[in-house]
């Protein structure tokens, strides 16, 4: 503990600080995990510091005894001949010198020897110059991309697939349009969801109108006659005696949540957005923008704590990620840098070691993702 006590400190406060500096990510994940790992290492830390170094105390205790370890804790080990006896009191009174002659330590003698030569100094510094400016440069070309076929290996049936279905398919994916917590009977709430629909609707993203939609269609059918009967009717009544037909509940019935008075307390229309959507990063991050806009922008929708008015698709959590990947990486940066840096202030001895350091810790980073390829996730 003399001897390395200080420098565990060291790594153990840099690094519970690093963690906790990661609870101020947006990323429920990333955060739990920060605030687990720091407690986790700061918990370990008193552990070695007080119990296992007393364990290994006791241990060592036991070795000078002679006692035998294991389940027989209390028995001695006796010395069995005279020669034992005359060999321990030989080692006490003429200690033998070790020395360390291993081809390793010869190996690493020769390297630094050849390492201190002005010439390979010289070298070093101008292979690292030119390292990290090409590691510069490559950090510079990285763009938000992720691939899903770079997930699989090389020659997968999986990846041949996948392109012929790319190739050969026009995919649209589904988002829906939610609407909740207002009287949807209302004609005025009606007029406002149509709208929230065709702002919708006219995001470069999407470009057409919902396939089915019960808002729009419902005031369709009351021209029909078969709502002539009904059309003096409360319009949860009439919802109510449109599901019963059953055509109309196979293609509406789980878009419309209808309470026991007739009410509806919840639905949604389904708008279909563009394949070439799923193909580039940029058009998911600006979609999820501009939905989020559109939303926040109804009147229906201030002054609310959960909206009235929203969409929701089951790629919206994986684009978020997206949006935010960038700026976490950013911070993390920032946050490591900083990290590092205090805790130098606190045990190197003057200030001027932080025009060392942090260049150090920076370049670390840039040569991390500057050797990948340009098109990679960030």
């Not at 510091?49 to 364990?55: E, K, L, N, P, R």
């Not at 001949?81 to 005359?86: I, K, R, T, V, Y």
């Not at 009439?238 to 019935?253: D, F, K, N, R, T």
């Amino acid at each position: 503990m003399e001897d390395i006590g200080s420098s565990i400190t060291v790594t153990t406060i840099t690094t519970t600080l690093a963690f906790l500096l990661g609870l101020m990510s947006t990323v429920p994940a990333i955060f739990w995990l920060c605030l687990y790992a720091s407690l986790t290492i700061m918990i370990d830390f008193i552990y070695q510091i007080t119990f296992f170094v007393a364990i290994l105390v006791l241990d060592e205790r036991r070795l000078q005894a002679q006692r035998i370890s294991g389940r027989m804790c209390c028995l001695t080990r006796s010395i069995s001949s005279p020669g034992d006896e005359e060999i321990q009191a030989s080692a006490r009174v003429n200690p033998i010198k070790i020395t360390n002659n291993h081809f390793a330590d010869r190996a690493m003698k020769w390297y630094a020897e050849q390492l201190m030569r002005p010439i390979v100094k010289a070298m070093v510094l101008l292979i690292f110059v030119g390292a990290f400016g090409y590691c510069t440069y490559r950090a510079s070309l990285l763009t938000q991309k992720l691939e899903v076929l770079e997930l699989f290996p090389e020659g997968s049936f999986v990846t041949s697939a996948m392109e012929n279905l790319y190739a050969n398919q026009d995919r649209n994916f589904p988002v829906e349009i939610i609407f909740r917590g207002v009287n949807q009977s209302s004609p005025i709430i009606q007029k406002e969801m149509k709208d929230f629909i065709s702002d919708i609707v006219e995001l470069p993203a999407f470009g057409q109108e919902p396939p089915i939609c019960w808002v729009r269609d419902f005031e369709i059918m009351k021209d029909a006659a078969l709502f002539e009967t009904i059309s003096d009717l409360p319009h949860g009544q009439q919802v109510q005696y449109a599901l019963s037909i059953p055509a109309i509940q196979e293609a509406y019935g789980d878009d419309i949540v209808v309470d026991k008075e007739g009410n509806i307390g919840a639905s949604r229309c389904i708008v279909l957005a563009k394949n070439s959507v799923l193909q580039d990063v940029e058009q998911q991050i600006s979609l999820l923008a501009q939905q989020r806009a559109i939303t926040n922008a109804q009147t229906i929708n201030q002054g609310r704590h959960d909206e009235a008015f929203f969409t929701f698709g089951s790629m919206y959590m994986m684009w978020e990620f997206y949006s935010v990947a960038v700026n976490e990486l950013i911070l993390s940066t920032l946050t490591s840098v900083a990290a590092v840096s205090i805790v130098a202030l606190a045990f190197i001895p003057h200030w001027s070691a932080l025009f060392f350091l942090v260049p150090m810790i920076s370049i670390v980073y840039t040569d991390l993702l500057g050797k990948r390829d340009s098109g990679y996730v960030v």
